[in-house]
C-alpha cells in the first residue's frame, strides 16, 4: 500500500467505502457481517486506514458494523470518516428536525442528537474526518441556514477534538457551486470527496470540480472511482483495445489506474463487497502505477464513445420511495445497453419481472427529487417503455 497526504494526515492511497458492504441474499441492504468482516480484517492487515460510512448507508446499518468491526482494532490504527445527512433533513422548528428521503418515517432529531448517534454507533469518542453529506444546489439552504447551524456546531466540534478534519461532499451540479461554498468558509473545510472517474471526467465536470478543489489547496477523496461498477464492465470493442496494451488488467484497474495518475487525489474509496475485489485493488494500490500518454488516451477515447449514457451510480437512493418496488438502476442499466447495443439486447418485456418494467412506473417523480446523479427516471422509464413496446 502506499499513502498519500490529507490536512498533514497520512491516509492510504485506497480507502474502504463501507456503502456497498456484502448483504444477505434477498434481504435488501442487510449486511452480511460475516463476509464483510472479513473484508475489513484483510483492509486492515494490508494497510487500508481510511474508512468511510455515513449515516445513511444501508439503511442506517454500516456506521453501526463498521463500529463493530474495528472495534477489536487501536483506534490509532485506523481514520473513521462519517457524513452528516443534511441533505435528507429538513427544519421544522425550535431546533427540530426532521428528516426526509430514503430515512423518512426516523424520529425527528436535532443537529447534536444525529452527531451524538453517530459517535455511538461508530463506539468511537472522535471522527478522524467529517463531512457534511452531499453539499450541492439542493442541500445548499439547510446546510447555509443559520437558525440550523449545523456548521457552527460541526466547527465547535473541531475545536472540541471530537472532529480531527472537518470536509464535505458533493454530488452538485456545477464546480462554481463547491468553489464559492470553499470561497465562503476558506480555511474551515480540509478535503473534499467528489464522484471522479474517467468518465465524469467530462460527462459530470469533475474536471472543473477537481480544479476548483485545487484552487483552494485542498485535496479530493474519490468516490465511485469505477461509477458503481459500471465501469467495471466495458463492451469488448473497448476492452480488446484495452486488453492489447496491457493483456492482463482488468477494467477495473484501468479506472483505478487512471485515478492514481491525478496529484490532486488524496484517497481513492472503494465500495468493496466481496474478498476478490479488495484483493486485486490492494494490488492495484501495492504502488503508484500512473497511465502513461498512449494509455490516457485510449480511455479518453473510451469515455468519448460512453457520454451519451444516463450517469447512474447504482447508489440505490431512489429505490426505497418507488411505489411501484421498481428496480430503478437495474432498468437504467437496461436501458443504457438497449440504447447503446452492447448487452440486455435480447430484453423482453414478456419475461421481465415485476420490478423490472418500466410500464409500471407511475410516473411520482418520488426518486428524481432524491437522485444525487438529477437523473431525470420518470422520462427515462417512459421512454424505454416505448422503445420496449415498439421492438
Ligand atoms: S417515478 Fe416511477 S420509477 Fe420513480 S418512484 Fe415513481 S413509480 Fe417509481
Ligand atoms: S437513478 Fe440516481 S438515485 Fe437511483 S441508483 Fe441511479 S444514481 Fe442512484
Known amino acids: 500500500m502506499y499513502y498519500n497526504e490529507i490536512s498533514g494526515v497520512k491516509v492510504s492511497a485506497l480507502g474502504m467505502g463501507n456503502m456497498r458492504l456484502p448483504t444477505l441474499e434477498g434481504q ?57 445527512p443534511g441533505h435528507m433533513m ?57 437558525e440550523i447551524g449545523v456548521i457552527d456546531f460541526l466547527r465547535k466540534q ?49 474536471k472543473g470540480k477537481v480544479e476548483a478543489i485545487a484552487k483552494h489547496g485542498l485535496k479530493v477523496v474519490v ?36 485515478l492514481q495518475s491525478l496529484p490532486e487525489v488524496g484517497v481513492v474509496l472503494s465500495g468493496m463487497s466481496a474478498l476478490e475485489q479488495i484483493v486485486e485493488n490492494v494490488e492495484t494500490f501495492s504502488s503508484p502505477d500512473p497511465l502513461g500518454e498512449e494509455e490516457k488516451a485510449l480511455l479518453t477515447e473510451v469515455a468519448d464513445s460512453m457520454l451519451s449514457w444516463v450517469p447512474c451510480t447504482a447508489c440505490r437512493y431512489c429505490t426505497e420511495g418507488c411505489p411501484m418496488e421498481l428496480d430503478i438502476p437495474k432498468i437504467i442499466a437496461a436501458y443504457n445497453g438497449v440504447k447503446n447495443g452492447d448487452f440486455m439486447a435480447g430484453y423482453d418485456l414478456n419475461d421481465a419481472a415485476p ?10 417523480s418520488a426518486c428524481a427529487s432524491i437522485c444525487p446523479q438529477n437523473i431525470a427516471i420518470p422520462e427515462i422509464m417512459s421512454e424505454f417503455a416505448g422503445m420496449l413496446t415498439r421492438r
Open 90 to 146: 429538513e427544519k421544522k422548528g425550535g431546533g427540530i428536525l426532521g428528516f426526509t428521503g430514503m430515512l423518512a418515517g426516523r424520529p425527528d432529531s436535532t443537529v447534536e442528537g444525529v452527531f451524538r448517534e453517530q459517535l455511538q454507533k461508530c463506539q468511537v469518542d472522535y471522527f478522524d474526518f467529517y463531512l457534511l453529506h452531499n453539499v450541492s444546489e439542493k442541500s445548499l439552504p439547510f446546510y447555509l441556514d443559520p
Open 223 to 258: 468516490m465511485e472511482g469505477v461509477r458503481g461498477g459500471r465501469l467495471a464492465t466495458l463492451p469488448e470493442a473497448q476492452m480488446a483495445k484495452l486488453r492489447a496494451l496491457r493483456p492482463r488488467d482488468s477494467a477495473v484497474r484501468w479506472a483505478l489506474r487512471w
Open 158 to 206: 473541531k475545536e472540541e477534538g471530537q472532529i480531527r478534519h472537518l470536509g464535505l461532499s458533493s454530488h452538485a451540479v456545477s464546480a462554481e457551486t463547491i468553489d464559492e461554498f470553499l470561497t465562503k468558509y476558506e480555511g474551515v473545510f480540509e478535503f473534499v470527496q467528489i464522484q471522479l472517474n474517467y468518465l465524469d471526467w467530462k460527462l459530470q465536470d469533475a
Open 355 to 364: 420490478s423490472m418494467d418500466p410500464r409500471r412506473c407511475v410516473g411520482c
Open 28 to 84: 435488501g441492504e442487510k449486511i452480511d457481517r460475516e463476509k464483510a468482516q472479513q473484508i475489513i480484517d484483510y483492509a486492515m492487515s494490508h494497510g487500508i486506514n481510511y474508512y468511510d460510512t455515513a449515516y445513511r448507508y444501508h439503511g442506517g446499518e454500516s456506521e453501526r458494523f463498521i463500529g463493530e468491526a474495528l472495534k477489536k482494532y487501536p483506534r490509532d490504527s485506523f481514520l473513521l470518516a462519517s457524513k452528516f
